[in-house]
């Protein structure tokens, strides 16, 4: 059974209290709290094996590169690629998506098209934007229907022009997921890559990037229990092969003449310089983590909390929800307004009350353009969370209305 008060028990930041009040965290989408087994990986490393990976023949460098080296094996597993080939590590999500955009800007050509979302994250805009911008492709926007993407409006964008689709597998702000394996079948079709922005879906749901059939699929430790500074961008090896690498220098390289140079196979020729050795070991510590509750059960705890939480919020007056309005079609990403409060104001009485959400544009300014907003207030739960920490958002919201608004 899914215990998330004994799950509480290895997460000593929440035994705490701010502003007099025991903490709730509700900024999981922005970053989540460490295990104390990820804590302790840490430690032992620069305790034990503390040395660089690769070249060294001595003990710890010995030790270290074969932790290392596990760490990729262990998040090959954790998300079905076919080979330790095709795990890349990086700093993060935005490092692997702006790879994929530098690739990308490579080999597009003026008549050609990216197709992008209107709910991407800014790391998976940007990029697109730049990419396009010195090529000279055409970048064009899917929009949404229903609160979530419009699928219907995206088969009918992609055709022979389309060279690129980066689309979020779950969105940061409307809670959405996204059909990865519809899309990726569509993509492939005409001809397309198909990159895949997993930052809010690989802490929450199980991900095999074979079956979801994606190019690239880029993630961060740092939402997933992890250390931050590490992340993974997956890519297929055959795309892999074909694309260059995006730094150069120690590492990477097999042999360096004085004018040209050499690189090594997949994968290090990707990791130039000394890795985050220790956040991969961190890393690898988490999926264990993750791997030992079962992704399975995190995910469908999660839309306990959600089934119980979203119709909580539905119901308070003056509340306007983003996203899908069905708790099986939400993840645990909540994103609202409260009429005539700015949400930075809503996020700092909540505070007051111990509770910690997030209040801004969320990196997503295009979205909220779209959605006739600046900003907004955003909660986001995770498997260490309860429905008392759900029954703790809705009364400090209730009490924050009483503060502004008098008796609602």
């Known amino acids: 059974m899914f215990d998330a008060k004994t799950i509480r028990e290895d997460f000593a930041i929440l035994n705490q209290t701010v502003n007099d009040e025991p903490l709730v965290y509700l900024d999981n989408a922005a970053t989540t709290q460490k295990p104390q087994s990820v804590l302790t990986a840490l430690e032992q490393y620069y305790q034990r094996d503390n040395a660089n990976v690769h070249r060294g023949v001595h003990t710890l460098a010995e030790r270290a590169t074969a932790r290392y080296e596990a760490s990729r094996e262990k998040l090959r597993t954790f998300i079905n690629a076919s080979s330790v080939k095709e795990i890349l590590f990086t700093r993060g999500t935005t490092t692997g998506l702006n790879w994929v955009a530098r690739f990308a800007q490579e080999i597009l050509q003026p008549e050609d098209e990216v197709l992008i979302s209107v709910m991407e994250h800014h790391s998976n805009l940007i990029p697109w934007q730049e990419a396009c911008r010195k090529s000279g492709a055409a970048l064009k926007y899917v929009y949404l229907k229903d609160n979530e993407l419009d ?177 099986a079609r939400h993840t645990g990403v909540l994103s609202f307004n409260l009429s005539g409060l700015h949400p930075h104001d809503v996020a700092t009485a909540l505070d007051y009350e111990g509770v910690a959400v997030r209040a801004g544009h969320h990196c997503a300014q295009p979205l909220l353009q779209y959605l006739g907003i600046h900003s907004a207030v955003r909660a986001s739960l995770y498997l260490y969370n309860t429905k008392a920490d759900c029954d703790r958002l809705i009364a400090a919201i209730l009490k924050t209305k009483e503060f502004f608004h008098g008796t609602f």
């Open 151 to 327: 699928l219907e409006q995206l088969s009918q964008l992609i055709n022979a022009r389309t060279k690129f689709i980066s689309i979020a597998h779950a969105s940061n702000v409307l809670g959405c997921i996204n059909p990865i394996k519809d899309i990726a079948r569509l993509a492939h079709r005409h001809g397309a890559y198909l990159a895949v922005d997993g930052a809010q879906s690989a802490p929450h749901i199980p991900i095999d990037v074979q079956e979801l059939d994606c190019d690239f699929f880029a993630f961060s430790g740092h939402k997933m229990l992890g250390p931050t500074g590490i992340g993974v961008l997956y890519g297929k090896e055959a795309v892999l092969k074909e694309m260059p690498p995006m730094e150069f220098g120690g590492e990477m390289i097999d042999f360096v003449y004085e004018q040209t140079a050499s690189w090594k196979e997949l994968p290090w020729k990707f990791e130039a310089g000394t890795p985050n050795i220790a956040g991969a070991i961190a890393l690898a510590a988490a999926v264990d983590y993750l791997e030992g509750l079962g992704m399975d059960k995190v995910q469908a705890y999660e839309e306990t909390l959600v089934a119980y939480l979203l119709p909580q919020l539905q119901t308070i007056e003056g509340l306007e929800l983003y996203g899908p309005q069905d708790a």
